[in-house]
């Protein structure tokens, strides 16, 4: 339904796709620019698409979940950031012009955000400059430096280190919530004849039997067969948390 367009992963495959089918058509000609610009984005787009795919891996899983959740509060931090880097961006662009790389709108807010990421350059952009704008670029940079190179990156640095911690506390319940969706997901694939092929009432297990297969393929295979497990193990753990909080309260 419109869930499936509210996630973030729909717009990577959709724009996967599309660089994909722009790169390569029309076929058997001599790609143009726009097609290895395409082709460009597509190679990223791919390697990122598979580093989610990793979500659903037993042993990886939990990393990639790190690196989703660290992705997202950066660009959530970044986006209150932007004003500030669009009036420094401004203010370098008006003071330092006769530098090239505030030439332009467009150069001085690329450079700005390489400045706050650490290349700050401070004698070859600000001591230079010649005019009667020096003392006012050089005490800009001054709070660019406090603000970008010091506030922001011990802010992303924390909460950074907290999304991880968050994780890691609650990572056996994310990789099943995780692998809940993705048989979902499967389900809704199969057809409906395969699933009834595939579906056992029962499961035995030899806890003292040497495994033959290795635990990635035992895990593809028994997947199909793990929903009802895990979908009650996930009631267990939100009836354990309902009756945690309930006896915390004060009476």
């Given at each position: 339904g419109y869930r499936y367009f509210l996630k973030y992963e729909t717009y990577l495959y959709l724009a996967l796709i599309g660089t994909t089918a722009v790169f390569m058509w029309p076929p058997n000609y001599e790609p143009c620019l726009l097609n290895w610009a395409c082709g460009v984005f597509s190679i990223a787009l791919t390697w990122g698409v598979f580093l989610f795919q990793m979500q659903n891996l037993p042993y990886a899983g939990i990393y990639a979940l790190m690196f989703e959740d660290v992705v997202k509060t950066l660009?959530?931090?970044?986006?209150?950031?932007?004003?500030?880097?669009?009036?420094?961006?401004?203010?370098?662009?008006?003071?330092?012009?006769?530098?090239?790389?505030?030439?332009?709108?467009?150069?001085?807010?690329?450079?700005?955000?390489?400045?706050?990421?650490?290349?700050?350059?401070?004698?070859?952009?600000?001591?230079?400059?010649?005019?009667?704008?020096?003392?006012?670029?050089?005490?800009?940079?001054?709070?660019?430096?406090?603000?970008?190179?010091?506030?922001?990156?011990?802010?992303?640095?924390?909460?950074?280190?907290?999304?991880?911690?968050?994780?890691?506390?609650?990572?056996?319940?994310?990789?099943?919530?995780?692998?809940?969706?993705?048989?979902?997901?499967?389900?809704?694939?199969f057809p409906r004849w395969l699933q009834k092929r595939l579906h056992q009432n029962t499961m035995k297990l030899y806890p003292n039997k040497r495994r033959q297969r290795s635990e990635l393929v035992s895990w593809l295979l028994n997947s199909a067969y793990e929903q009802a497990y895990v979908k009650a193990e996930l009631r267990m753990i939100g009836r354990s948390r309902e009756d945690q909080f309930s006896a915390e309260l004060p009476s």
């Open positions: 660009l959530r931090a970044l986006s209150v950031f932007f004003f500030l880097l669009m009036g420094f961006s401004l203010s370098f662009y008006i003071s330092n012009r006769s530098m090239e790389p505030f030439r332009t709108f467009d150069k001085s807010f690329l450079k700005t955000f390489d400045m706050s990421l650490g290349e700050y350059e401070y004698v070859s952009y600000f001591q230079s400059i010649n005019g009667i704008f020096k003392q006012y670029a050089q005490t800009i940079s001054v709070f660019f430096a406090i603000i970008a190179s010091v506030a922001l990156i011990n802010l992303l640095v924390g909460l950074a280190v907290g999304d991880i911690e968050t994780i890691r506390r609650s990572s056996s319940t994310k990789l099943i919530a995780v692998r809940v969706q993705l048989i979902n997901e499967m389900q809704s694939i």
